[in-house]
C-alpha cells in the first residue's frame, strides 16, 4: 500500500531565509502525482505545489521549489526568502497516475512551520 | 480550478440531533468529492468518496449509518452527521478533484456537539 511518510513534525525558520521540509513515500507504481498543500491558522487548504513522477524537471512556484528524487522516493519542499504568511501546517501527498475511479490522495501527517521575525 | 463552497463554516448542536453539511461545486461538474476529517493539529482523515447519483465509497471504520452522503447533482454534495454526539465534534472539510489533476478544498466547517 502507498504511503507518505514526513518526518518533521515541526520546524521554523527566520524570516527571509531558507526552510526544506521532508517528505518521503512508498509505491511499487512507475508515474504517480505528489502534491504538497498548505493550511493556514484559516484551515483553507491551498495547493502549493504539485509534481508529476514522469517529469524529471522539479517542480517550482516562485519562491516554493520541490528536489524530487524518483529513485530515493523522496519529495521535499524548499520555501526560500521566508516569509510571516508562511506559517501553516505543509502536508505532503500522494495520487495514483492512472487512477480511474480512485483519485483520493493519500496525506502525510504534515509539518507545522513557524516563521519568526 | 474549480471553485468550492463549503457551509455552514461552523455549527453548534445539541447531542442527538442531526446536522447536514453542504459542499457546492460552483463552476465545475463534480462527479466525485472527497468528505474528510480533521482533529486538532492531524492530518486529514478520508471519511468517503461521494458519486454523483450513486452511493458514496466508505472508508473503513466510517460508519455509513452515522454519517451519510448525498451526492444528487454534478454541483451538490452533503454530508449529514445523524444522532450527533461530542465525539463527532471536529473539523469537515470537502474536497472537489478538478482539472489538471488538482484538488480545490472547500473552506470547512467545524462542528460542536454539546
Known amino acids: 500500500a502507498q504511503t507518505v511518510t514526513q518526518s518533521q513534525p515541526e520546524m521554523s525558520v527566520q524570516e527571509a531565509e531558507t526552510v526544506t521540509l521532508s517528505c518521503t513515500y512508498d509505491t511499487s507504481e512507475s508515474d504517480y502525482y505528489l502534491f504538497w498543500y498548505k493550511q493556514p491558522p484559516s484551515r483553507q487548504m491551498i495547493l502549493v505545489i504539485r509534481q508529476e513522477a514522469y517529469k524529471q524537471q522539479n517542480a517550482t512556484e516562485n519562491r516554493f521549489s520541490v528536489n524530487f528524487q524518483k529513485a530515493a522516493k523522496s519529495f521535499s519542499l524548499k520555501i526560500s526568502d521566508s516569509q510571516l504568511g508562511d506559517a501553516a501546517m505543509y502536508f505532503c501527498a500522494y495520487r495514483f497516475f492512472n487512477a480511474g475511479n480512485n483519485r483520493k490522495l493519500i496525506w502525510g501527517l504534515g509539518t507545522s512551520l513557524a516563521v519568526n521575525p | 480550478g474549480a471553485v468550492v463552497s463549503q457551509h455552514p463554516s461552523w455549527v453548534i448542536c445539541k447531542s442527538g440531533t442531526s446536522v447536514k453539511i453542504e459542499c457546492r461545486s460552483l463552476d465545475f461538474q463534480a462527479t466525485t468529492m472527497f468528505w474528510y476529517r480533521q482533529f486538532p493539529k492531524q492530518s486529514l482523515m478520508l471519511m468517503a468518496t461521494s458519486n454523483e447519483g450513486s452511493k458514496a465509497t466508505y472508508e473503513q471504520g466510517v460508519e455509513k449509518d452515522k454519517f451519510l452522503i448525498n451526492h444528487a447533482s454534478l454541483t451538490l454534495s452533503t454530508l449529514t452527521v445523524t444522532s450527533a454526539h461530542p465525539e463527532d465534534s471536529s473539523f469537515y472539510i470537502c474536497?472537489?478533484?478538478?482539472?489538471?489533476?488538482?484538488?480545490?478544498f472547500g473552506s470547512g466547517t467545524r462542528l460542536t456537539v454539546v
Open positions: 474536497s472537489v478533484p478538478g482539472t489538471n489533476y488538482g484538488y480545490t
